[in-house]
């Protein structure tokens, strides 16, 4: 029976829907673009596609195969380099360098030597200091802020407040071969030598264990040349400067 409500329509009872498609959108993503073939390569292939690289560090010269010799000074473990040469070489390295960012500090006896020098690198920022011999205060290095400190004290260097440790590479300066320098040449991780007496190899072939056949050249090196060498390997270097480096430092010398 028809109460007073009714109205005459029957009602339609919506069900739940049990699964309701939603449109998945992705951000930053449009139209999609052609389909093509994936590259693919197989594993025999792969070394194909490389990518040479080369040491980190500064680039000291030229080896005898012409190619590039690079010397990493700023290391994350203590570092120490003993050169027996000039002072041209020594500079050479200092301005390299501070060209690949490295703080450079000077401890001499010679400032006058260095002062120049000092206020041509760096384009007028303060990136090579020069310290008096026993002066050197804590550099504090870092891998964002590197140190190499090169020592130009005589043929018998103090004992340097300085030392090497990590990010912080120090470059000892020895004119030539004295009856001290064996100690330096045993302690150091790497040695150059430019051109030496025959008198002064008798003693680097004790120290360091250097062929005869590469001993033999050491007393007739260009001025421009040097041997790098550690316990087992040996390497000679011609360091050619720059028109800049030339004209700050002049032409290669081995005597000052």
């Known amino acids: 029976m028809a ?8 009602p339609i009872i919506r069900q739940p829907e049990t699964q309701q498609q939603r449109r998945i959108f992705s951000p930053g993503f449009g139209l999609r673009g052609p389909r093509r073939n994936r590259h693919v390569v197989s594993a025999d292939e792969l070394a194909a596609i490389s990518m040479p690289l080369g040491d980190d560090g500064v680039i000291i010269g030229t080896d005898p195969e012409s190619q590039p010799a690079v010397l990493g000074l700023s290391r994350p473990t203590p570092f120490d380099v003993v050169l027996v040469g000039g002072l041209w070489l020594a ?4 301005l390299r360098a501070a060209a690949t960012g490295a703080r450079v500090g000077v ?12 206020q041509a690198a760096g384009g007028g920022q303060q990136c090579v200091t020069v310290y ?11 891998v964002s802020s590197p140190v190499v400190l ?4 005589g043929i018998r260097p103090p004992r ?14 020895l004119p030539f071969v004295s009856e001290h320098a064996p100690r330096w040449l045993s302690q150091a991780h790497l040695v150059g030598i430019q051109r030496i007496s025959p008198y002064e190899t008798e003693a680097v072939r004790d120290t360091l264990g250097i062929p005869e056949d590469q001993l033999q050249h050491l007393p007739t090196l260009h001025d421009g040349v040097a041997l790098w060498c550690t316990r087992k390997h040996q390497k000679f270097v011609m360091t050619d400067p720059t028109d800049a480096e030339t004209g700050l430092l002049g032409v290669a010398r081995r005597m000052d």
């Open 3 to 10: 109460s007073p409500t009714d109205t005459g329509l029957i």
């Open 107 to 118: 401890e001499t006896g010679r400032p006058q030597a260095w002062q120049q020098l000092a």
């Open 150 to 153: 090169f020592r130009d004290c």
């Open 91 to 94: 500079q050479v390295l200092a």
């Open 160 to 173: 340097g407040r300085v030392t090497s440790v990590p990010w912080q590479a120090v470059v000892t300066v």
């Open 132 to 142: 008096p011999v026993g002066r050197v205060p804590a550099q504090g290095p870092s």
